[in-house]
Structures are given as structure tokens and as C-alpha cells.
């Protein structure tokens, strides 16, 4: 099985600053990576898939980027409604795997 | 408008059955390949199963292959979860999800608690 570890675990940043989130998998995932947000007592939501690909309605401060081994998600300027954890999941081969997520608060 | 409603998520005692049902509205259901993820309590997210649009596919984790079963009714726009032997680890809130280019569409959630 291919093993998802994101990091780090927990991250607090100020409104407005550039945010990295970061997957890397035990073996290579060919770019089908993608990121989730999951609100408190919501279910999660698709907000980019196959490594950059921004879903629908996803606001344009959300970007993916990587390959190989090695994924980034990247929040250009950091909003409150950000507040969440964003978890990373591997399409490439199964079973599909989830990273264990990043817990992202506003300092 | 998409919709993914779950139902049949309750308390279970270790060792029993339970089908988690997941009715689907606002596209064409049998173009699409249909999951289940799952989520214990404060913990991160794990796939459960995907059923191929025809049914005619099935894929599974190790931790529930020979216990749980996805199916689905094209029919009826509905994706089942039939859950035999539950274990306490069972435990979770059991999502419907519609995957292409990711997990794009998700339901609310059932909450599944097996426990004596």
C-alpha cells in the first residue's frame, strides 16, 4: 500500500499570509493527488485534484503543484473561512490512501 | 444540483449486520463510479470501497475485504454498503462520494457505532 505522510500536523498563520501544506508518498503517485478541506462537522470537499487541477467554485488563492513523490498545496493569501483540515488522498494504484491531514488555524 | 443522502447508520453490537443505503439525485448515476469513505471519531479519513458503474467491479482495503460489500441499484440511483462481522474499529461516520478527477461530490454522513 502506498503510505500518504502530510506535514505538518498542525499549522497556525496570520490572515493574509502564504500557507504550504505539504504529501509526500512512499512511492510514485504519477500526479493523481488530491487535496480536501474538511470544516468542523462538515464533510470534506474536493479543492484540487490530479496534483493542480482547481475544482469547481474553488477560490483562486488554492493552488497544487508536485510530482513524483512530493505535493504542495498552497494558500497564496490566508483567509478565516480557511480555517479547517485539509487532507491529501492518493488515486494512483489501491488501495487509495489518505494522508493523516494538517489541522490549519489563524494565529 | 448534486445530492448524496446516506441513511441507515445507527448502534450495532460487535459481530452483527448493517446496509448503509445512499440515494443519489441531480446526474446520471449509472455513468459514474460510486465509493464510501469513512471517518472515526476525531480521526482522519479512510476509503472504504468503489463500485464500478456497471457493478460489475468492486475494490476494497484490506481492513474490510470479506466483510463489507458495495452494490448498487442503477435503477433506483441508490449505492448500498452491506457491513457484516462489525468490529468496534467499525466505528465511523459513513460517507457516499461520487469519484472522477477526485472525490468531487460527498454526503452528510451516517453515523455507524458498533458497540455492546
Known amino acids: 500500500d502506498i503510505q500518504m505522510t502530510q506535514s505538518p500536523s498542525f499549522l497556525s498563520a496570520s490572515v493574509g499570509e502564504r500557507v504550504t501544506l505539504s504529501c509526500r508518498a512512499s512511492?510514485?503517485?504519477?500526479?493523481?493527488l488530491d487535496w480536501y478541506q474538511q470544516k468542523l462537522g462538515e464533510a470534506p470537499k474536493l479543492l484540487i485534484y490530479?496534483?493542480?487541477n482547481l475544482h469547481t467554485g474553488i477560490p483562486s488563492r488554492f493552488s497544487g503543484s508536485g510530482s513524483g513523490t512530493d505535493y504542495t498545496l498552497t494558500i497564496s493569501s490566508l483567509q478565516p473561512e480557511d480555517v479547517a483540515t485539509y487532507f491529501c488522498?492518493?488515486?494512483?494504484?489501491?488501495?487509495?490512501?489518505f494522508g493523516s491531514g494538517t489541522k490549519l488555524e489563524i494565529k | 444540483e448534486v445530492q448524496l443522502v446516506e441513511s441507515g447508520g445507527g448502534l450495532v453490537q460487535p459481530g452483527r449486520s448493517l446496509k448503509l443505503s445512499c440515494a443519489a439525485s441531480g446526474f446520471t448515476f449509472s455513468n459514474y463510479y460510486m465509493a464510501w469513505v469513512r471517518q472515526a471519531p476525531k480521526k482522519g479519513l479512510e476509503w472504504v470501497a468503489t463500485i464500478s458503474t456497471s457493478g460489475s467491479r468492486t475494490y476494497y482495503p484490506d481492513s474490510v475485504k470479506g466483510r463489507f460489500t458495495i452494490s448498487r441499484d442503477n435503477a433506483k440511483s441508490s449505492l448500498y454498503l452491506q457491513m457484516n462481522s462489525l468490529k468496534s474499529e467499525d466505528t465511523a461516520t459513513y460517507y457516499c462520494?461520487?469519484?472522477?478527477?477526485?472525490?468531487?461530490?460527498w454526503g452528510q454522513g451516517t453515523l455507524v457505532t458498533v458497540s455492546s
Open positions: 490530479n496534483t493542480n
Open positions: 488522498l492518493q488515486r494512483n494504484s489501491w488501495p487509495l490512501t
Open positions: 462520494a461520487r469519484p472522477r478527477e477526485g472525490f468531487a461530490y
Open positions: 512511492q510514485n503517485i504519477n500526479k493523481y
